[in-house]
């Protein structure tokens, strides 16, 4: 794996890493940020690299976390280190984008000659899929807008704590606890309705 897939960025220390999955797997928020704002500029570099489209990069980066947030617990560093489980997340990930958005258009041609050809698990893939991008773009659209801009900035422009804070003209510890408040409330509000999901089903 490339150590380097931002220019000028690399994946923080091996040891590091693997001392913030550890404590992520127990659940800990914490290091769920440090994790999440030391790798996702790398993460959002591969995811990107795949898909070419900066917005459907960003659904997918932020479904990698989502991914890890929920496995952290099966991570297991005798197998490999932290930044070649989060590449291979996001490569999966983005590779299942771009197979998903072949299968719809693949689809879509038998549609327009035989519609009985159409499958239907391409059909549930692409619902899911579609739910997953609508989840985000809501659940993003709802944050305050002082944590939306301080989340996007860092997480899908890839800048440093210190550069969203010249672009947003506000002191750097704002801008830390800004994207800490943002990613708790996503996740909140994640395992909130998965849980109501559940209790459904």
Known sequence: MAESVVPGRKWPAPDRLRSLMERVSTGDRDAFDELYFSTSPLVFGIVLRILRSHAHAEEVS???????WRTAVRFDADRGTTSAWLNVIAHRRAVDCVRSAERATRREERFGTTEG????????????????????????SELPDGQ?????????????????????????GTVKTRIRDAMRRLRDRFELESWQDGREG
């Not at 932020?62 to 890890?68: C, I, K, M, R």
């Not at 050809?117 to 993003?140: F, H, K, M």
Request: overall charge negative; hydrophobic content about 50%.
């Open 62 to 68: 932020q479904e990698v976390y989502l991914e890890v």
């Open 117 to 140: 050809d159409v499958q239907d698990a391409d059909t549930s893939d692409l619902v899911v899929a579609r739910e997953e991008a609508a989840w985000l773009r809501r659940a993003l």
């Open 148 to 172: 939306r801009r301080a989340l996007l900035l860092a997480y899908f422009d890839g800048r440093s704590y210190r550069e969203v804070a010249e672009i947003l003209d506000v002191p750097l």
